[in-house]
């Protein structure tokens, strides 16, 4: 079992910049593909970011590529994203997810363990 706490998520103005953060407490963190979600009022779930068990690999959607960088400290068992030039349509509850896997996908229907989730709004 892993459990995921989220933290850094807040009010930030458009152009502005967070830093997410998801701590795991994963026995052996390595083995453990993370990955970022997010869920905007009305809408379905939207995958964000994730990285491999190394850390060596990431991938992102087009809509935050460029923007948000996902990366992971594996001696603190903890993954971040860092988000840049945010934008309102960026407004969601953030969610960490981990996989009993080290290899990465978009898919959330294959990630086995998920975080309480951490607010972010963006005015305009």
């Known amino acids: 079992q892993v459990q995921l706490v989220e933290s850094g998520g807040g009010l930030v103005r458009a152009g502005g910049s967070l830093r997410l953060s998801c701590a795991a407490s994963a026995r052996t963190f390595t083995s453990n593909a993370m990955g970022w979600f997010r869920q905007a009022p009305g809408k379905e779930r939207e995958f964000v970011a994730a990285i491999s068990g190394s850390g060596a690999s990431t991938i992102y959607p087009d809509s935050v590529k460029g923007r948000f960088t996902i990366s992971r400290d594996n001696l603190k068992n903890t993954v971040y994203l860092q988000m840049n030039n945010l934008k309102p349509e960026d407004t969601a509850v953030y969610y960490c997810?981990?996989?009993?896997?080290?290899?990465?996908?978009?898919?959330?229907?294959?990630?086995?363990?998920w975080g309480q989730g951490t607010q972010v709004t963006v005015s305009s």
């Open positions: 997810a981990a996989r009993r896997t080290l290899y990465i996908t978009r898919a959330d229907t294959s990630y086995d363990y």
